[in-house]
DNA sequence: GATGATTTGTACGTATGTATA
DNA sequence: ATATACATACGTACAAATCAT
């Protein structure tokens, strides 16, 4: 999707105001609802109106940031319900992506998977939540590279960014990381055995799980209630 | 994605433009691999340059068009295999549409996919591709709602809408059209009965199958590499 | 309901980077 | 390899629309 402007050298003022913004709003910087006006961002950044503008335009299009035409931009604040499904379409398509793993990886990527999967056990005797989100990361991309889909994989791989804000302090609730390995490991079992039923419904059980660890949720739901103050 | 630009009003040149240069896209008129020049498209269309560079940055991220940094922006020629993994990405998306349509469809929603389907028929024994290829249309974007997952049916409309082009005249081909009611009726079959592996299972041969004419494919791609001048 | 302030949408000029001779 | 031409990226000015009073 934005191969171009990502990578490469992309030496652009709005390249880098998409990712800055990006940063902020998913660090919790901006927070869903507040208004962003671009007079306020181009002083912020350092730049004039136009980058900023088509930055907004950018996020807009992948769902960060909501653009209504003549009333300005927001923060996209999700409802309850919009975040359930966003949720949902993530765990179908990983679900697919491990479906097409376990159909045509190739024997060094099963072994690939495997190894890295086996790794991840000492993130969890060492109760190490952040070692093991990166970890977690890797795994989940392997997965999609493993579905040989690009399109596929980039919008996977766009939506599980999108909820990050949202999992925030998923693997420190008690008992996480070790339920989330073993749940890998089903997965990993069914993709090296070539299953493609067990490993979609594997994965799907997985990322289903993963949902019930909504703590952001109440508090960004109750917050853009709140500040509906028109 | 986007809901508040393409409904409400939205006027603005921008909005405008982002239609008038996707159906010129998609028509043909401009094909793969010209130059979309600011100053020509601002011209042409009547406006000045601003509107265009937001129109054509919507387009990148929709597919449509290749912008790089400083390089200009083209018409997006795909590659043969990025097409195939396009068509591949839609298939699962449709299948796992499917599959959620037979788990959670609405007795009213079965009941209408089920009367709509039926009513096809008469293009079949008609002979009317026209008419039955809006009617797949609806089926098809029958059996995204049926999903109940707003992001999923987005995902999958848009592969399609983007997909138009390179499958124009596919019931065109002698013996389509039966074929194609026939995989229809395997799929509403199978969602009636709830049969969540067989809707899955019977929406990707569907998909599949119509992969095969690509008659548009070898036309575009030649012409993208005939016109690689440099 | 009308008026004013603020903000976005649009136009256009300038400078920088890319591609050419 | 240097220089020239050109298109884009950015900045700024103005117009139109929204909202707040």
Known sequence: ??????????HTRTDRLVRDLSDAIMSGEFEPGDRLDEHSLADRFGVSRTPVREALRQLATSGLVEVRPR???????????????????????EATCSRL????????????LEAH??????????????GFAAANLTFHTMIYAGAHNGPLAEMAAGLRQRLLPYRRAQFHTPGRLPRS????GAVVEAIVAADAAAAHAAMLRH???????FERLAAAFTRSKASKTA
Chains 1, 2 share one sequence.
Do not use: C, K, Y
């Open 1 to 10: 999707m934005s191969e171009a402007q990502l990578s490469d050298l992309a």
């Open 71 to 93: 009333r300005g931009a927001v923060v996209a604040s999700l409802t309850a319900d919009r975040l359930a499904e966003l949720f949902g379409a993530m765990a179908e398509l």
């Open 101 to 112: 793993s376990a159909i045509g990886m190739s024997p060094v990527e099963r072994r690939r």
């Open 117 to 130: 999967h086996e790794s991840m056990s000492a993130f969890v005797t060492e109760n190490d939540p952040e």
């Open 181 to 184: 390995h073993a749940e890998h």
């Open 207 to 213: 990322v289903s799980l993963v949902e019930d660890s």
